[in-house]
């Protein structure tokens, strides 16, 4: 198993730009989690789903958008970009809470992105 | 607001050396609680999990006090090897899949 993967690994945007950051994970989990991870600071939600076509907001999705077409896929969205989103974002997926391990988290490699 | 503290280190101990860390969470409701370490440049892994009975796997020991709402990690016999940022983590509410993150302590083991 590749795990959860994450395309690409770096990026630079210009303000105002819009991309896609990917990510697919091969566990069959149904949970899937956006998260940012600024210099010195904790992980923090923007957006998870917990299955195909069901999305919700976390704790900070102003400035994006996702979709959950497919168990195995989970893109992030960022529609014209800000300098306050650069940052180091991860994707995780994880098992049903009726699961005895479905509390841990499996993270992909992150993406760096800044934007100038 | 609901948030995990934890001291931001850094932690700078020599090899063999026995390093502790601690960690509380202001949301009651939490069920569930873990040690993720993240090295430099990488992604979080799972650590630990931590339960009420307090639990050790090798040379790591982690205990919760639920009435303090209280965490902590032991590391004992530091190695090299150990040199990391450890984050505290705990569910979001009673029967949440949601997990919120502490800033991490870094932990250097020196030579």
């Known amino acids: 198993n590749a795990g959860v993967t994450q395309t690409p690994k770096f990026r630079i945007l210009k303000i105002g730009q819009s991309m896609t950051l990917q990510c697919t994970q091969d566990m069959n989990h149904n949970y899937m989690y956006w998260y940012r991870q600024d210099p010195g600071m904790g992980l923090k939600l923007i957006y998870y789903?917990?299955?195909?076509?069901?999305?919700d907001k976390g704790e900070v999705p102003n400035g994006y958008n996702v979709s959950r077409s497919t168990t195995e896929d989970f893109p992030l969205r960022l529609e014209l970009a800000a300098p306050s989103q650069t940052s180091v974002y991860f994707c995780?997926?994880?098992?049903?809470?009726?699961?005895?391990?479905?509390?841990?988290?499996?993270f992909g490699p992150g993406t760096r992105l800044t934007v100038t | 607001r609901k948030e995990v503290e934890q001291d931001p280190g850094p932690f700078n101990v020599p090899e063999g050396a026995t390093v502790a860390f601690n960690c509380t969470y202001s949301?009651?409701?939490?069920?569930?609680f873990f040690w993720y370490r993240q090295d430099c440049r990488k992604e979080p892994k799972l650590l630990m999990s931590v339960y009420s009975s307090g639990n050790e796997d090798g040379r790591f020991t982690a205990q919760l006090n639920r009435a303090s709402q209280y965490i902590s990690l032991l590391i004992r016999d530091s190695k090299l090897s150990d040199s990391a940022t450890y984050l505290c983590?705990?569910?979001?509410?009673?029967?949440?899949?949601?997990?919120?993150f502490g800033k991490g302590t870094k932990l250097s083991v020196i030579p």
């Open positions: 995780a997926s994880s098992s049903p809470p009726y699961r005895a391990s479905s509390y841990e988290q499996y």
């Open positions: 983590v705990v569910s979001s509410g009673a029967g949440s899949y949601q997990l919120t």
């Open positions: 949301n009651s409701a939490s069920q569930s």
């Open positions: 789903s917990v299955g195909a076509g069901i999305t």
